[in-house]
């Protein structure tokens, strides 16, 4: 089901703050007077006269290489039409945002204000040598084939119309795949294809270049089947259009092998798919329905083969899986064009990634298990990390072999380490914990929900189906911050426990909670007052199932959180105590923090059990934990109580578990400084990988590094994520940003996904015990 966005939400999204979504950052040193002398006059005349020398030396001193232009006019806009282009903005902007995040590639977005191909061409080969490479984007049809084809001809860097050559591309990939499961050879099956748009000419043609038959086609466009008989075809069209006496969609569904809907929603019915040819394959790619709803395909055909272009179903055609990495390729062999060879390659790197073992951080984000090769997945998921190192090697050497490429890669296993540096392979662990929290949303009490970022946080998690709210407080007052604050949360759940309604409740959770403490210093009346507190009543709510994780600590002091959920819920069977954990979003990729809120100065044993329940912790993302213990030492610099127990604290943890990744004491800086390690401690563990964890050696420590890389590096933080408890708690940081709030309601909810099937996994096992 499509998730409801909050207007306002998005409007505030991109209002707030700076306005709009990208921003232009140096890259150099540029804090002194003699940086900036350097950057600008005179040292900058230096770069001028070496590229006047060599018109490709723009290439080696300035941004050209990795700069790409997102150019529109406005005239088609996705799912908006001719809306101009200031009002496309929003959307270039975003795709610039794509290019980032997947391939580490600037974008300057510049919208044009022509409709006129001629002065649309002359505008854009003006910009030539501002970039890298062009991607033309939400121009209309038949406008946008003349203008990508003039500019492919008249311009030396590489050009493609996403919207025309992406959809192409991936379900180029999904359909080879398919076909390849049922046996079908490309230039036999009979293709419907509904629309004849930008899009739809695209596939067609790719498809033919993969060995399908233009005579096997039949295709429809909004006045019916493309027939050699219609005066109203273009040149483009003519070359698919058919002599049969074909008229109608449901006569030429009958015996197809394969439906490519590229049209709108709801126009297949369940008797043209049961009239398809045997394992029929059906693509419905209309946004946001399409063609034929996916659960009526499938009900309707038990042997079809389905893709979408929607995310809540299997193989979703998604352009994000081949832009990104097809213009970074073209880029890093500086590619005069995106050809025919190179779009045939991305194809094919495509699908084979697919038939590839998947690695376990996509299995993480969608909630699989094992996902496998098969009719549910014939193309690889927008998530999978390994599609930059995979994509964009493939797109660079046939432009190598095609001979389009200026600068050609000879290292081929260097390139790829560079391409997984880029981003780092873990680095989608945010998106990657989202993705699965929403695969399985979990009911959460909010016990602050009289505030107004607690509020407008649940409201994101209803909306965007990573959890089910429950709202703790006074009744009146929360619905009044509300509206006031326009928040609108669906069915939401209010309970305030000091109300007569909740008398009997009270009553039952005291009764309850009185069995556990009774002589741990409270008495029966006692235990039922205090269910009158929102963290008591919440917590307990978790304990009883009646919710299945508790967020609170916003406006509170920590230990005031915490002992609630102590008292009630408890730590796990076999832990000693709690440890906070914090993880911070590097370039590097993810880093593990840790303890960061609970243990003032532990002893050695205690660094070394809150050493493993972390490592556990970190094992739960997919990721491999690689363990620096930090101090102010080096492996035995310093013989002080403070670096002894680090090092103490190391031998229990290798004792207790050999394989682990972990060394120490080891100063911060030296642990991720492979080369002082190589060159003095070349026997460290630490030596072959990153390092993504680091143990603190106390609580002064811990805290003080997070809050340091969160505020003043800037980074992303989660945390603190709680460790060691029975039942998923987390404690807020004070003065929390809304942003926080729903990344702590995430981990939550993949701690609940997690502790749900422990217990689960547990009650199986002493099923067959019991047999």
């Known amino acids: 089901m499509a998730r409801k966005l909050n207007k306002q939400d998005a409007l505030d999204y991109h209002a707030k703050g700076r306005p709009g979504k990208i921003e232009v950052i140096p890259t150099k040193d540029t804090k002194t007077q003699w940086d900036l002398s350097l950057a600008y006059s005179p040292g900058v005349a230096e770069p001028c ?94 406008e946008c084939f003349e203008i990508e084809d003039r500019l492919r001809k008249e311009l030396k860097i590489p050009v493609m119309h996403d919207d025309q050559h992406g959809t192409a591309i991936i379900s180029a990939a999904a359909l080879l795949n398919a076909l390849d499961l049922v046996k079908k050879k490309v230039d036999k099956v009979k293709i419907v294809v509904n629309g004849a748009g930008a899009a739809a000419m695209a596939c067609v043609k790719l498809y033919v270049a993969l060995g ?53 929603g709801n126009v297949v019915t369940p008797e043209m798919v049961k009239s398809m040819a045997k394992n029929p394959i059906v693509f419905a790619m209309a946004n946001p329905d399409p063609e034929i709803a996916y659960d009526t395909a499938i009900a309707s055909r038990p042997d079809i083969i389905m893709a979408t272009g929607r995310s809540d179903y299997p193989n979703q055609v998604n352009n994000v899986l081949g832009f990104p990495y097809i213009f970074r390729g073209a880029l890093d062999v500086r590619a005069t064009q995106i050809n025919e060879a190179m779009k045939l390659a991305a194809v094919r790197a495509l699908a084979e990634l697919a038939k590839s073992p998947v690695p376990d951080i996509v299995n993480l984000a969608y909630n699989e298990r094992n996902i496998v090769f098969g009719p549910k997945y014939i193309i690889p998921k927008p998530l999978d990390p390994r599609l930059l190192s995979t994509v964009a090697p493939a797109v660079a050497k046939a432009a190598m072999e095609s001979g389009v490429a200026h600068h050609p890669i000879t290292d081929w296993d260097a390139y790829k380490q560079e391409l997984n540096n880029r981003l780092g392979l873990d680095n989608q662990l945010f998106r990657v914990i989202g993705t699965k929290a929403r695969r399985d949303p979990r009911k959460v009490v909010f016990a602050e929900a009289d505030n107004v970022k607690i509020l407008k946080a649940a409201q994101v998690v209803n909306d965007e189906g990573i959890a089910f709210p429950i709202l703790l407080g006074n009744e009146n007052k929360i619905r009044a911050i509300m509206e006031e604050n326009s928040i609108e949360i669906d069915d939401v759940v209010i309970i305030d426990p000091k109300s007569d309604e909740m008398q009997e409740k009270r009553h039952q959770f005291g009764d309850l909670f009185f069995e556990k403490r009774k002589r741990k210093g409270f008495n029966h009346y006692e235990a039922r007052k205090i269910m009158r507190e929102r963290n008591y009543f919440g917590c307990m709510m978790v304990e009883t199932g009646e919710a299945d994780a508790l967020i609170s600590g916003l406006t509170r002091k920590y230990p005031d959180t915490i002992r609630p959920a102590l008292q009630v819920i408890g730590m796990e069977d076999g832990v000693k105590r709690v440890a906070g954990m914090y993880i911070i979003q590097t370039k590097r990729g993810p880093l593990f923090l840790a303890d960061t809120t609970v243990n003032f100065n532990p002893t050695a044993e205690e660094l070394a059990d809150i050493t493993l329940m972390v490592a556990k912790e970190v094992k739960h993302f997919n990721i491999t934990p690689r363990i620096a213990m930090l101090s102010y030492s080096n492996f035995g610099s310093s013989q002080t109580p403070e670096a002894q127990l680090v090092a103490k604290a190391r031998e229990i943890v290798k004792q207790r578990e050999p394989s682990l990744v972990v060394d120490g004491e080891i100063q911060a800086a030296m642990a991720f400084n492979k080369e002082i390690l190589k060159d003095n401690y070349p026997f460290t563990e630490l030596m072959n990988e990153e390092v993504n964890t680091l143990i603190f050696p106390n609580l002064t420590a811990g805290n003080v590094a997070y809050n340091l890389l969160q505020e003043v590096a800037g980074f992303d933080a989660i945390g603190p994520v709680l460790l060691g408890m029975k039942k998923p708690v987390h404690i807020l940081q004070l003065g929390s940003t809304v942003r926080q709030i729903v990344n702590m309601v995430n981990i939550a909810v993949v701690d609940a996904q997690e502790k749900c099937r422990k217990i689960v996994e547990s009650k199986e096992k002493d099923k067959k015990k019991k047999k």
């Open 49 to 142: 006269k070496e590229i006047h020398k060599d018109v490709e030396n723009v290439y080696k001193y300035t941004a050209k290489g990795n700069l790409v232009g997102v150019i529109s006019n406005g005239t088609a806009v996705l799912g908006l039409g001719d809306i101009g282009p200031e009002a496309g903005k929003p959307v270039m902007e975003g795709k610039a945002v794509l290019f980032k995040i997947f391939a580490d590639i600037d974008v300057f977005d510049i919208e044009l204000n022509t409709k006129d191909p001629d002065s649309f061409v002359a505008a854009v080969k003006a910009l030539e040598p501002t970039f890298g490479g062009i991607n033309l984007e939400d121009i209309k049809s038949p």
């Open 212 to 264: 399908a038959k233009p005579e096997n086609f039949i295709m429809f466009d909004k006045d019916g089947v493309l027939n050699k008989s219609r005066t109203d075809l273009t040149d483009r069209h003519m070359q698919f259009a058919t002599t049969s006496k074909i008229t109608t969609l449901v006569e030429a569904m009958k015996g197809a092998d394969v439906f490519l809907g590229l049209s709108v």
